[in-house]
């Protein structure tokens, strides 16, 4: 069977040609013939989902088992009522705020979809995609279209039309190219059909997106292990192993800088490594290929894929991968880098739970730690542990003494009113002393995180985030408050002047800088410390509890 070849990306003002091709490929779909077709998640095997003997080909050219239901793609909520049945308000909800967009929907179906498209279940799974060249075909084919991801049953999904004619030249009609897909991991699949809705795969849309509109949702057991045998498959990906590449792979869990650690301990020269691109200078004698950034969910997304494409052309023999956090689309990434592995996982963290906490001078963050001491926590105050080492560290006094001279007494203490004046109104400067501490302070805290028992442990730093210690936390909390209970409490703690407090708290970062970068803030507006403490204390008991729960996940 030949393949024919659609380019549908710019072809610099070709509009009869695109509408062509358009044209072509809907006639194709029409017709009952394969069309592989581009959409923001990834790109999908198509056929007419109302013809019973196009969509089992799609079953024979993926190598698809027959249990394992597909997505119908529509181009809108009006036809909803067509294809399903006693729909909820919810779904409409839903749709007007996520639709086009990475979000399938499973509702009950209507008698019109035959039972190949949904695996013989009640029920059917409903998106509308997010790439004009597709909704453009869906109109102009007027049926919806029942598309998987576009591979071979079992292998990365294809995130260009050239992966695709990689798994499928010859065994389909056609590929339409619409260029890279910008999401890079599947739709989202929530099930409208129980109460509350549950999150049956993770995918492009953030379950904290749905939340935020519609309140909880419930999280299938399938989306962090695999179906018990015999158990039939609700949505897509439920069941059986995706996204493997031909070497087995190994996901490696926890917190960036000990999950890269683990990887190091483990590779070997044919090893393949799947790291964030902080961690690639670590693997200087493995096929490495970067995800992205740790801090850019939406980069492992769209690479996530092309990565685990990657090794099937080298000659690895296992692969090693990193995993983001479950936060955003990091828990879409997790699942099929998971998925990918057979949930074959490896926790780099022990049953140590490892908490940053920082945010502006007089925020309250002394009283969060006396809760955290409280609550058994071993706590390592940056600022202490930074002035003893000025005190006992002669590599470093001599380092701050060349970049600050005079700021030492005669006795070799340390005058901390006179440093402070040269750095606080001084950028450059205070740039320059911190570039000092991050290099002595950031291996000296590492030492003695590894040094602590299993338990809670707890860094207080104002600088957590730009020394790079809060990739070594489970968890970063912003201590806030609002300026004034600030300027009146650094007055009366360090017995200085107003304008000097004011001084101190206009050189450091506003509250909004650290409720953008942490995974969470703790407020202190409270007149007292006693009242804030027991506002810390059911804050860091909740806290605690969900990275444990979290942890245990990992290991199911």
């Known amino acids: 069977m030949h393949t024919l070849y659609f380019d549908l990306r710019d072809t610099k003002g070709q509009q009869k040609t695109i509408e062509d091709n358009i044209s072509a490929a809907a006639r194709l779909l029409r017709d009952g013939a394969l069309v592989a077709i581009p959409t923001e998640t990834v790109y999908g095997l198509g056929a007419n989902g109302l013809d019973e003997a196009a969509v089992r080909r799609i079953f024979q050219a993926k190598g698809r088992p027959q249990d394992n239901p597909l997505i119908l793609h529509l181009t809108g909520p009006q036809w909803l009522p067509r294809y399903c049945r006693e729909i909820p308000p919810m779904a ?65 999904s294809c995130t260009s039309a050239q992966d695709v004619l990689e798994d499928m030249d010859g065994r389909i009609e056609g590929v339409v190219d ?27 849309l953030p379950v904290e997106e749905l939340e935020r509109l519609i309140g909880p949702i419930a999280v299938d057991r399938a ?28 996901v490696v869990t926890g917190a960036p800088a000990k999950s890269a650690q683990e990887i190091k301990r483990r590779v070997g020269v044919h090893s393949g490594v799947i790291c964030f691109d902080e961690y690639v200078r670590l693997f200087p004698d493995q096929v490495v290929h970067a ?10 997304a769209q690479r996530v894929f092309e990565a685990l494409r990657t090794f099937d052309n080298s000659p690895v023999t296992e692969i090693y991968t990193q995993c983001p956090d479950g936060r955003g689309l990091g828990l ?15 926790e780099a963290d022990s049953e140590k739970i490892i908490l940053g906490l920082t945010g502006g001078t007089g925020a309250g963050k002394s009283s969060a730690l006396a809760v955290l001491r409280k609550l058994g926590a071993v706590v390592l105050d940056c600022d ?39 750095v606080f109104m001084k950028k450059e400067q205070l740039e320059k002393l911190n570039a000092i501490v991050y290099r002595f302070l950031v291996p000296e805290i590492q030492r003695q995180l590894a040094a602590a028992e299993n338990g809670v442990c707890a860094i207080d730093a104002v600088n ?22 600030r300027v009146r409490r650094i007055m009366a703690r360090d017995q ?41 204390e059911r804050f860091f008991k909740r806290l605690i509890r969900s990275v444990r729960e979290e942890k245990q996940n990992r290991k199911i």
């Open 384 to 422: 202490q542990v930074y002035h003893q080492m000025l005190a006992e560290d002669e590599e470093m006094q001599k380092e701050v003494s060349r970049a600050f001279p005079g700021v030492f007494r005669p006795d070799g203490t340390l005058d901390r009113r006179k440093l402070g004046q040269e």
């Open 464 to 485: 957590l985030l730009e020394s790079g210690l809060d990739e070594d936390c489970d968890r970063t909390v912003a201590i806030t408050s609002p300026t004034e209970l």
């Open 92 to 156: 409409y909800v839903l749709a007007r705020k996520f639709w086009p967009g990475p979000l399938t929907m499973i509702l009950k179906r209507s008698g019109l979809v035959p039972d190949v498209t949904t695996a013989g279940l009640d029920t059917v799974a409903v998106r509308c995609p997010n790439h004009l060249v597709t909704l453009a075909i869906l109109r102009e084919a007027g049926v919806p279209v029942a598309a998987p991801s576009a591979n071979l049953s079992g292998r990365p």
């Open 291 to 300: 995800i992205g950034p740790v801090e850019d969910k939406l980069a492992q």
């Open 332 to 346: 879409a990434v997790g699942n099929r880098l998971k998925k990918a592995a057979g949930f074959h996982v490896v």
């Open 178 to 204: 619409g260029g890279p897909c910008v999401v890079g991991v599947e739709s989202t699949i929530l099930d409208l059909t129980c109460e509350p809705p549950r999150l049956l795969r993770p995918g492009g």
């Open 496 to 536: 200085i002047t107003e304008q000097y407090a004011r001084m101190r708290i206009t050189a450091q970062k506003p509250d909004e800088y650290y409720r953008g970068k942490c995974s969470c803030e703790l407020n202190n507006d409270a007149d007292t410390a006693e009242e804030f403490q027991k506002t810390a």
């Open 223 to 250: 989306v962090i292990g695999t179906l018990a045998e015999g158990e039939k498959p609700k949505a897509p990906g439920m069941k059986y192993r995706h996204y493997a590449p031909k070497a087995p792979v190994t």
